[in-house]
């Protein structure tokens, strides 16, 4: 059986869900303003609190995910702190 959660299966999620995130995030904020720190359980890639990158002071992401937390992250612009 092949690894279902591959780069792939994550670029057709956040192209399908990229629009979504745009308008939630922004409407989010207006609702909870300041943000601190952000968790994310489930983050995939890490994409949803990325956008919160220069607004929250701490981000978390929680993943059960094969990829490892690092490969994910960077690439966003976010630390990893643990994979």
């Given at each position: 059986m092949?690894e ?23 409407l ?13 359980l ?9 956008m ?7 981000i ?22 643990a994979?």
């Amino acid at each position: 059986m092949g690894e279902i959660y591959t780069e792939d299966f994550y670029d057709a999620e956040w192209l399908n869900a990229r629009p979504s995130v745009c308008v939630i995030v922004p409407l989010l904020l207006e609702l909870i303003r300041p943000v601190r720190s952000v968790i994310d359980l489930g983050c995939g890639r890490g994409e949803w609190p990325a956008m919160l990158k220069n607004t929250a002071s701490r981000i978390w992401l929680v993943n059960g995910s094969s990829l490892p937390v690092d490969q994910r992250v960077t690439r966003l612009g976010l630390e990893a702190i643990a994979s």
